[in-house]
């Protein structure tokens, strides 16, 4: 551990010297630049409130916005925990955080708007990066949820800064890049990946509208004009952007400002990775992690990295698997525990994931729980899905299953242009998997749903195909 205080005395002491007149924000919705200084001087604006009224724990629901990012830094320098929540969570799970949360304050954009034009509200002393007390439980996020009930993650300043700071060695980012921010800012991908990664490494953050098929239309543009040269996407923004620049037109662009593209959050397809990079004769950069571990693997530059690969295991990053091949994680800046549930912090973290590590590359091969039982055989849906997806025959896949008279049935949820009927896809199925493998209903769909994070939504597609098809 004597390595990582040395490590963050030294990170620390490089924010600390960052040029206060250097630009560090691009808010792109109303074409307005901050330097360090405007940041530093804002997010002190916010803190100096917040502890003037004695609030140690704030609660905050806002879209991606300049005044949700400055709520992240004045949390910081003041050493208040905030507990992000995102708007376009239900009403009911809304609620249940807030009580879960009762003795945080609750804030809204608007309200912190207000606390920074209120000329009312001054600041009763500066405080910056040397203020930070690092080991405290600084951010609490909450769990896309797309399986179960979520849970509230904690994690220290200490732990991002760490995470982030291997990361960013591993991808080669220095203070040239340029990021785009349209992950949804109050997810652990919009916090780590796309604020606290480029804030450390010297960078510049464009913050940009929350990802979606109405704000999808202007991101080329936007990407052009503000000159971003490295992004955070999940799969599904990608195959979007594929679609939306059809002929290839931004290929001159990203090879002109040598364009990092990391894609995270969800399994990349090769079909869909192989189409981008000889699209745009550029790398696309898959990488592992998770809320409770923060960043494990990523591919990285000037590396090669085998088809279906989540990259090589970050510095520090130890593995080990159960006898089931489930994938046990050991990493510096392991999570403080859920609410109410403190941990272990030299465990090692059950990622309910099946894995395998071969010549030290990290595969993925889908959710321990999501492992169908059938017969008495163990089937693995990505297994499935993958061959469909590698095979042309789906765009987007999920296999699931569900009781029908007390047997388990296995639906194979799928995407794209063609109309396959299951003697078809069962028999490409058993000439590659075996018949074990065969699934017994095929459900051709518009789109598969999503949660908040971009993820498939297991939990209500399973509940669709329940209604359709169950007892």
């Known amino acids: ?186 997810y652990m991908a919009g916090v780590l990946n796309t604020i606290f990664l480029p804030y450390i490494m010297g960078g510049k953050i464009v913050l940009m509208e929350r990802f979606s098929m109405k704000s999808a239309f202007c991101f080329w543009k936007m990407v052009e004009r503000y000159q971003v040269n490295t992004f955070w996407l999940s799969p599904t923004m990608l195959r979007i952007l594929d679609i939306l620049d059809a ?30 990079e000889q699209k745009y004769n550029i790398k696309i950069y898959q990488s592992y992690g998770l809320s409770e571990t923060l960043f494990v693997s990523t591919e990285m530059p000037s590396v090669s990295h085998s088809n279906n690969s989540s990259g090589k295991l970050l510095s520090g990053v130890q593995t080990d698997f159960t006898s089931d091949n489930e994938l046990l994680i050991s990493v510096p800046w392991m999570f403080q525990g859920y609410v109410n549930s403190d941990i272990n912090e030299n465990m090692f973290y059950n990622s309910g994931d099946i894995a395998k590590i071969i010549n030290e590359e990290l595969f993925i091969n889908g959710r321990k729980k999501e492992l169908i039982i059938k017969g008495g055989f163990n089937i693995n849906p990505r297994d499935i899905e993958n061959i469909l997806v590698e095979k042309g025959m789906a765009e987007e896949c999920s296999v699931l299953s569900i009781p029908i008279k007390g047997e388990e049935n296995i639906i194979c949820c799928y995407t794209g242009e063609k109309v396959y009927d299951i003697y078809s896809v069962n028999t490409i199925i058993q000439n590659t998997l075996g018949k074990k493998y065969c699934i017994d209903f095929l459900e051709k769909m518009k789109s598969i749903p999503k949660n908040l994070n971009g993820k498939i939504d297991k939990k209500k597609l399973k509940y669709e195909m329940e209604k359709k098809y169950g007892n």
């Open 247 to 276: 002929k290839g037109n931004m290929q001159e662009y990203l090879h002109k400002v040598d364009a990092k593209v990391s894609v995270g959050t969800a399994p990349l397809d090769n079909i869909l990775r192989l189409k981008i």
């Open 1 to 186: 551990m004597d390595n990582y205080c040395d490590k963050m005395k030294e990170l620390i002491e490089n924010i600390e010297h960052f040029k206060q007149t250097d630009i560090v924000v691009v808010e792109s919705v109303e074409d307005r630049v901050y330097t360090y200084h405007d940041i530093y001087e804002k997010a002190n604006k916010i803190g100096s409130y917040l502890k003037n009224e004695h609030i140690s724990e704030i609660l905050i629901c806002a879209e991606n916005s300049l005044e949700l990012f400055l709520v992240y830094f004045a949390a910081m320098f003041y050493n208040i925990t905030v507990i992000p929540i995102d708007p376009e969570k239900s009403s009911d799970e809304i609620k249940l955080i807030r009580e879960i949360h009762s003795s945080a304050i609750f804030f809204t954009r608007e309200e912190i708007k207000t606390i920074l034009m209120d000329s009312q509200t001054s600041i009763l002393e500066i405080k910056g990066i040397t203020d930070v007390d690092l080991k405290r439980t600084y951010l609490i996020t909450y769990t896309s949820g797309s399986t179960g009930q979520p849970k509230g993650v904690k994690h220290s300043v200490e732990n991002l800064f760490l995470a982030a700071l291997e990361f960013g060695i591993a991808m080669q980012y220095d203070s040239n890049i340029i990021m785009c921010h349209v992950m949804p800012m109050t």
